[in-house]
């Protein structure tokens, strides 16, 4: 049986050649509990055997904090936590992040076309990922909702679509939390690529971003997902909008697919 063509490299998905990765990589990402899940998931994940053996899955030893993975980390703090970690603000804005990928090279070139493009093949391919960390590392969490990081109406507009709502709508067909959008963007801040440093990006996430929420209880535990986090500047900017409306008791753990 096969299962159309892998999202990497275009070839042929031969069900029986995958099924021993399937079988690693599920071991690798579970526990008993969650194994036939995540199993079931990499099944179905758009990518041939070889190119599932490839993907820069991120290990076991992680910072708790932000999920990044410990292995490539220049160095360590203290208490589980990454160098940037230790030094950056403790104001449990954004509780946790959780991620599934590295950022390597490959990776980017995926990550640009889907952008750019919106296709809807790497969306669904993206999806289950997503899915797949959520049963990695939130699996008993109770989130009311997903909620994404919104675009500005001027960039929306050009772009046509946010990239990140198609990821929140295969997301949450698959864990079946439902998506709604809580915030508008009201800064259109320039690429965080063109901008210097980390108290530039930090600046000028400031008040990015305003409440456009309804009807969500105060202690609600909120799922925000993002495609990747860098230095999570833009996540802690709508965590922080989503703290101030929903009070202290509400709780914001995002999640990426690259960290
Ligand atoms: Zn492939
Ligand atoms: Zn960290």
């Not at 690798?28 to 036939?36: F, I, K």
């Not at 899955?57 to 980390?73: A, V, W």
């Amino acid at each position: 049986m096969t299962s159309g063509m892998c999202v990497r490299c275009g070839g042929r998905i031969a069900a029986l050649q995958k099924e021993s990765v399937v079988r690693e990589k599920a071991r690798q990402l579970s526990d008993q509990a969650s194994y036939p899940v995540i199993y079931r998931m990499l099944k179905g994940v758009m990518l041939c055997g070889i190119c599932l053996d490839a993907l820069p899955l991120i290990g076991h030893e992680i910072c708790q904090r932000c999920g990044r993975d410990k292995e490539f980390q220049a160095s360590t703090g203290t208490e589980g936590l990454c160098r940037d970690c230790v030094h950056g603000e403790d104001d449990q804005i954004l509780v946790a992040n959780r991620s599934l990928l590295r950022y390597e090279k490959g990776e980017k070139d995926l990550l640009g076309l889907f952008k750019y493009r919106g296709d809807e093949r790497i969306a669904l391919y993206y999806g289950t990922l997503l899915a797949i960390t959520v049963q990695r590392y939130y699996r008993s969490m109770g989130f009311i909702c997903i909620t994404t990081v919104p675009l500005h109406p001027q960039r929306l507009r050009e772009r046509g679509f946010n990239q990140v709502d198609l990821l929140a709508r295969h997301l949450g067909a698959a864990i079946k939390i439902p998506a709604k959008p809580l915030l508008l963007r009201t800064k259109d801040t320039p690429k965080l690529s063109k901008q210097k440093g980390r108290t530039a990006r930090h600046e000028s996430m400031l008040k990015a971003f305003v409440w456009n929420g309804q009807g969500m209880p105060s202690a609600a535990k909120i799922l925000l997902l993002d495609d990747i986090y860098t230095t999570g500047s833009t996540l802690r900017s709508c965590a922080r909008t989503i703290r101030e409306h929903l009070g202290p008791s509400c709780e914001v753990y995002s999640l990426t697919i690259y960290r």
